[in-house]
């Protein structure tokens, strides 16, 4: 309830400045718009809806430090002490990562892919989207790059819980390479420059998680000794 409380209080806080909002969001690709160029709405309630919808997300990315602190203080109460250790920086770590997966996006995805798709752009055709696809669009890649950031923790996490060790992990590079391109290829736009943007990040995250579990898998296992 605490947590609940606290996402309606942060999107109280969003809703008043839900139009300054969107013209922020659109900006990367109102800047690569050629001359004269601008944004529609297609559906009647479009104006209404789009920029609603963007105030609830931002206050969900807004209030979840928030949700993932009641979260914590509901199980914390059943954990052990070297649980609890682990716990918070984990959490914290994650936040943090999934924050700077959403503004690796807006500041430099966001504009080249925009720059890309404008300049492919047929001759004769004019390049005007429409606000809510281009909501649901920008949404897709914040999500993506923000839980493709997660890779770290969730290797952490993996290593802790005795699925994986840094040294599968080590050796599973190659695949793991594979794999990263593969997620790339879905999760972005259908050309090459985002494609990259994302994987080569995903890639350096990886090698951060190997270098992570193999820190913290021998702390754990000096523990369980004593």
Not at 120 to 129: I, L, S
């Amino acid at each position: 309830m605490r947590g609940v409380l606290g996402l309606l209080a942060a999107v109280l806080v969003t809703l008043p400045f839900s139009h300054r909002l969107y013209a922020w969001l659109a900006a990367p690709l109102v800047a690569k718009l050629p001359e004269g160029a601008h944004m529609i709405a297609v559906e009647v309630a479009s104006p209404f809806f789009a920029p609603l919808k963007l105030a609830f997300f931002v206050a969900l990315v807004l209030a979840m430090p928030w949700l993932l602190y009641q979260a914590w203080a509901f199980v914390a109460p059943g954990l052990y002490q070297r649980e609890k250790r682990l716990a918070m920086p984990l959490l914290v770590s994650a936040v943090t990562l999934f924050y700077a997966g959403c503004a690796f996006a807006y500041f430099l995805v966001l504009p080249t892919v925009f720059g890309f798709l404008t300049g492919v752009t047929p001759e004769g055709v004019a390049m005007m989207t429409d606000i809510n696809a281009y909501l649901d669009f920008v949404l897709v890649i914040f999500l993506a790059f923000g839980l493709s950031f997660e890779l770290p923790v969730a290797l952490v996490i993996l290593s802790l819980l005795g699925w994986v060790t840094p040294e599968q992990m080590k050796e599973a590079r190659g695949y793991a390479i594979v794999g990263v391109f593969i997620v790339a290829a879905i999760v972005t736009p259908p050309d090459v420059i985002s494609q990259l943007m994302l994987a080569i990040p995903m890639m350096l995250l990886y090698e951060l998680g190997i270098l992570a579990s193999r820190w913290l898998v021998p702390s754990r296992d000096r523990a369980r000794d004593s």
